[in-house]
């Protein structure tokens, strides 16, 4: 049970340039989070879905689009790359909310834009 | 405006030096305290969920409770296993799920 994965772990990007952060999960959530962590701010939530084809901006939306075109996978895209973007992104799922389950996060994407 | 403010940002204890980490929050409407432990280079893992005030969570050398105003993690008799950041997070009413996160604590117990 892989629980939810990121991919890719890694990754430099120059200024100006784009890319998608993929995040899958094999536990049937419905609901699913994206966050960034800098430090001394904690996780801060940036868009999340409450279903296949929903979502919805959270505390930092700008600079980054998401889609949820299949139940188990959530993508993050920045179109537009800026050094303020440099961040460790964790992503995260959970049953619906009214559910006592907690939210599970991957192991998170360390993006560093130059 | 909600808040979560945990204290103190880092912690330094010898091994078997019990202490006790602090979770402050103002929500309007807590459907939940969640706290979670987070390794460097990973994800946060949960511990605890707590709902009501007076509610208390064991789970090996970390206990869990909860006030109406604060929660608190105490760590009795450390060892150097337990040295992670420590992540409390509210889950607000009505906000379809959605958690807002302290800064964190650092714990580091040393041999």
């Known amino acids: 049970n892989a629980g939810v994965t990121q991919t890719p772990k890694f990754r430099v990007l120059k200024t100006g340039q784009s890319m998608t952060l993929l995040c899958a999960q094999d536990m049937n959530h419905e609901y699913m989070y994206w966050y960034r962590q800098d430090p001394g701010m904690g996780l801060r939530l940036i868009h999340y879905?409450?279903?296949?084809?929903?979502?919805a901006k959270g505390e930092v939306p700008d600079g980054y689009n998401v889609s949820r075109l299949k139940k188990q996978n959530f993508l993050l895209g920045l179109e537009s790359a800026a050094p303020s973007q440099t961040s460790v992104y964790f992503c995260a799922s959970s049953y619906h909310r009214e559910s006592n389950q907690p939210q599970h996060f991957g192991d998170g994407t360390r993006l560093s834009i130059l | 405006e909600d808040q979560v403010t945990q204290s103190p940002e880092a912690l330094r204890l010898q091994e078997g030096e019990s202490s006790s980490l602090n979770c402050s929050y103002t929500v309007s409407g807590l459907r939940g305290l969640f706290w979670y432990r987070q390794d460097p280079g990973k994800g946060p893992e949960f511990l605890f969920t707590l709902y009501s005030a007076g509610e208390e969570k064991e789970k090996e050398r970390l206990k869990a409770t909860l006030t109406k105003k604060e929660s608190f993690l105490h760590i009795t008799a450390p060892k150097p296993e337990d040295s992670a950041t420590y992540l409390c997070a509210v889950r607000i009413l009505d906000s379809w799920g959605k958690l807002q996160f302290g800064a964190g604590t650092q714990v580091v117990v040393t041999p």
């Open positions: 879905s409450v279903g296949e084809g929903t979502t």
